[in-house]
T-cell receptor, first 118, second 116 residues
Framework: GAVVSQHPSWVICKSGTSVKIECRSLDFQATTMFWYRQFPKQSLMLMATSNEGSKATYEQGVEKDKFLINHASLTLSTLTVTSAHPEDSSFYIC??????????????FGQGTRLTVV | AQTVTQSQPEMSVQEAETVTLSCTYDTSESDYYLFWYKQPPSRQMILVIRQEAYKQQNATENRFSVNFQKAAKSFSLKISDSQLGDAAMYFCAYRSAFGTASKLTFGTGTRLQVTL
């Protein structure tokens, strides 16, 4: 089946530094990718929609200057957490529906990134 | 905006027994897709089953089946012959049928325990 690779799986960074998370579709093209955030024992909350070749669309309440999204190609989207603080510690998950398929095509998920800011 | 509600934070089932997880949703759209995802301790999201709203027939995948009641906006998941490996968080999710790539809206999840 289709595979979405997310890297790194976990990262620890110091407060004030920036962290980049990559999301790659390995065997299909995705003009759109989604970034979710999941706090412990909670659901996945959509942060933003990443669009290849154009600006990302952010959900209400998500700081676009803090969570920079770049969709550089049809197989790669990156999420950069800038000036990270302990409250940014969370589990970040990307997903990608294959481009060109019907609406019933499932969105494949990356394995997630556990970010800890110390 | 669409909302998805899972009213059971935790459920428990004995191995080999059957359990039903509840999900209700709210939408004004007529066409959409509903999903159940499993999230084991690894936290990898795994698709369990999907249902297309315009199909009246309930979806089934081996031991997993759904009871889709469109008028009641209900979408429950039945797991038959429960196995230890079924223990996980289960999320119900909604996606609009409009557009080529729509976002998923998730419920709050149900943690399923499977006991011997």
């Amino acid at each position: 089946g289709a595979v979405v690779s997310q890297h790194p799986s976990w990262v620890i960074c110091k407060s004030g530094t920036s962290v980049k998370i990559e999301c790659r579709s390995l065997d299909f093209q995705a003009t759109t990718m989604f970034w979710y955030r999941q706090f412990p024992k909670q659901s996945l909350m959509l942060m933003a929609t990443s669009n290849e070749g154009s600006k990302a669309t952010y959900e209400q309440g998500v700081e676009k200057d803090k969570f920079l999204i770049n969709h550089a190609s049809l197989t790669l989207s990156t999420l950069t957490v800038t000036s990270a603080h302990p409250e940014d510690s969370s589990f970040y998950i990307c997903s990608a529906p294959p481009t060109g398929k019907g609406g019933n095509t499932e969105a494949f998920f990356g394995q997630g990134t556990r970010l800890t800011v110390v | 905006a669409q909302t998805v509600t899972q009213s059971q934070p935790e459920m428990s089932v004995q191995e080999a027994e059957t359990v039903t997880l509840s999900c209700t949703y709210d939408t004004s759209e007529s066409d959409y897709y509903l999903f159940w995802y499993k999230q084991p301790p690894s936290r990898q999201m795994i698709l369990v089953i999907r249902q297309e709203a315009y199909k009246q027939q309930n979806a089934t995948e081996n031991r997993f089946s759904v009871n889709f009641q469109k008028a009641a906006k209900s979408f429950s998941l039945k797991i038959s012959d429960s196995q230890l490996g079924d223990a996980a968080m289960y999320f119900c999710a909604y996606r609009s049928a409009f557009g080529t790539a729509s976002k998923l809206t998730f419920g709050t999840g149900t943690r399923l325990q499977v006991t011997l």
